[in-house]
């Protein structure tokens, strides 16, 4: 039994368990919560299962991926078999790329420049490149990178961690680089309290240690 509630679509459309010797089917109504309306019913299109009479079939104008099926045997009654055990096929280019290696990164002020060894596969379409701020991961290119470098612009003091996939032409996806982190550093505060830097222990008094940009301790 199908039930409707509160229904205003025009359309209904119902996944009844395939009956094999099916060809018409009859629709009874019998409740309505609204007393005021009837329920119409303007036309009931049935769409019947077609059983494959050979042990043979194509499935055709698949996309590139990984298929799994099975199959199951339908009698004269309609009574349908268990499922067989799946099988799988690779259609097309289903091996991504290797993960990029090599990834380095260089600030310079708000600048972040990358680089990264070129993918040795023959079908590699460009690269993603990630960045974690966070424990969030963005792709910070809108289009693919078909070099082997970019740079990232205008970025607030921070650290930064960057990884960088490569896709082929399929648009298989590789897993990431190694992570290449680092800390972008652009002019300090023109006001603020003032820096006071700490002397280091045991080299005598005022010896700076550690000191790099907005590293240092402030006493
Ligand atoms: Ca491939």
Redesign the pocket.
């Known amino acids: 039994m199908v039930e409707v509630s509160g229904n205003v679509e025009k359309d209904n459309p119902f996944d009844l368990k395939p009956s094999y010797r099916t060809s018409k089917i009859r629709v009874y109504i019998t409740a309505t919560d609204d007393p005021y309306h009837e329920v119409r019913i303007s036309e009931i299109g049935l769409l019947n299962d077609v059983l494959i009479r050979d042990v043979f079939y194509a499935d055709r104008a698949l996309e590139d991926g990984e298929y799994r099926y099975s199959v199951t045997a339908v009698d004269d009654y309609g009574f349908e078999s268990p499922p067989s055990e799946e099988v799988k096929a690779m259609v097309g280019?289903v091996?991504?790329?290797s993960p990029p290696q090599n990834l380095v990164a260089a600030a310079a002020a708000s600048q972040v420049s990358l680089d990264w060894s070129p993918n040795p596969?023959p079908?590699v379409a460009g690269y993603h490149v990630y960045r974690k701020a966070g424990n969030v991961w963005t792709k910070i290119n809108a289009a693919l990178i078909a070099g082997n470098a970019c740079e990232d612009p205008n970025l607030p003091n921070g650290t930064y961690t960057y990884r960088v996939t490569a896709l082929?032409h399929?648009g298989?996806e590789s897993f990431p680089s190694n992570e290449a982190s680092l800390r972008s550093l652009s002019s300090p505060p023109a006001s603020g309290p003032p820096y006071r830097y700490r002397a280091g222990r045991g080299q005598g008094a005022g010896t700076l240690m550690g000191i790099y940009g907005f590293s240092c301790s402030r006493v």
């Open positions: 280019d091996v991504s790329p596969e079908d082929d399929t298989n």
